[in-house]
């Protein structure tokens, strides 16, 4: 039996927020960072939580592990101890897990190997045994370069196709030691697999901000399939509002990109489908709803959109501390309730380092 834990201990919580907070994964010496992860149900009903733990250092470019915790219950209770899932394969660490359950009934776990300020690429393994084994990984990109799919984005379209969108960052020079070759100025692309992730390749169109951009360009994607069958993307920019496109032929041609609705810093934002076909969005709103501060990720914010993220008009305010840095959410669907997993850092302890665990029943989303 897996030693278990009720997650509410070393809690530092500004506002309790609606739901419950289960789970706090502090920084430690030896852990400096917990961050990024992504949730699947197993067929038993329990669920598997798999998240970076970084070892060497804090930073995006620090040693990290993917490590593993399984509630029994919902989401409620959580193993106390992690299971390693993948050690560190990169040159510098593996980290931004998606997990997915595909249509042939395998697991899906994608995430970056990163080698260098040079080549950072996504990548998937596959588990025919609820995830106590996986496959030999397979390269998404083969182009050489630095890419980024965030935690929480791949998915799998009604008919089969798959969809990983990613930011690529063109390099400034030659040194894979030395940051100040990268371009944060991302430009936004789409893999795609039709063979349930055995080979990929880009989709014809890529996307780049129509406007000067000063930092970001188009970061961070993220895509959602509509109960229409039309696909929406959406980015993090640096013009205080995230940037979308819609695609209605399954993700090979895109409508300009554009501002959206959903008014926020340099912050992901993150969207999954309800089971009444509305939308489920968690950013840092700063319509001016609610209390912000110009530049930092808080407050952090859950809507529903009935419209196909056109507008958000139910929000409720999940954490609102002045000094946290709320990022990186991870979103999935029970029956009766919705488990959030995302970096709930501040001042003290770094701004990603903290990740939360988050239960929302559904109905205080109405």
Request: glycine share 10%; proline share 7%.
């Amino acid at each position: 039996m897996r030693p278990l834990l009720l997650g509410l201990a070393a809690l530092s919580l500004h506002a309790a927020g609606p739901g419950e907070v289960v789970l706090n994964l502090e920084p430690t010496a030896e852990h400096p960072r917990n961050s990024e992860g992504a949730f699947v149900t197993l067929r038993d009903g329990s669920v598997l939580f798999v998240h970076t733990q970084f070892y060497g250092g804090a930073s995006d470019h620090s040693a990290a592990r993917l490590v593993a915790r399984r509630s029994a219950d919902g989401g409620r209770i959580w193993d106390a101890s992690p299971r390693t899932v993948l050690e560190n394969e990169g040159g510098a660490n593996v980290m931004s897990v998606s997990l997915l359950r595909l249509q042939d009934g395998r697991l899906a776990l994608f995430y970056l190997l990163k080698n260098s300020w040079l080549d950072c690429r996504p990548h998937v393994r596959f588990s025919s045994d609820e995830a106590e084994s996986w496959s030999a990984p397979v390269r998404m990109a083969d182009a050489p370069g630095y890419f980024v799919l965030n935690n929480d984005r791949v998915i799998q379209l009604r008919g089969g196709r798959l969809l990983a969108p990613v930011a690529f960052h063109r390099s400034r020079g030659e040194n894979p030691d030395s940051n100040k070759i990268f371009d944060s100025r991302a430009i936004a692309l789409w893999l795609t697999s039709e063979d349930a992730g055995a080979t990929w390749s880009e989709t014809p169109q890529w996307q780049a901000l129509p406007v000067p951009a000063t930092r970001t360009g188009l970061q961070e994607p993220g895509i959602v399939e509509l109960v229409d069958g039309s696909l929406l993307s959406w980015f993090r920019t640096d013009q205080g509002v995230q940037y979308e496109c819609r695609s209605t032929d399954r993700g090979y041609q895109w409508t300009a990109v554009a501002p959206g609705p959903m008014h926020s810093p340099a912050s992901p934002a993150s969207l999954k489908l309800l089971p009444d076909g509305s939308l489920l969005g968690v950013w840092n709103d700063h319509s001016g709803e609610f209390a912000f501060e110009a530049g930092k990720r808080t407050p952090l914010v859950a809507a529903v959109s009935p419209d196909g993220g056109r507008t958000w008009p139910v929000k409720r305010l999940l954490e609102d501390d002045p000094d946290g840095w709320y990022c990186y959410t991870a979103i999935h669907l029970l029956e009766d309730a919705v488990l959030l997993a995302y970096c709930a850092g501040d001042s003290k302890v770094g701004g990603l380092n903290r990740l939360r665990l988050r239960r929302l029943p559904l109905d205080m989303l109405r």
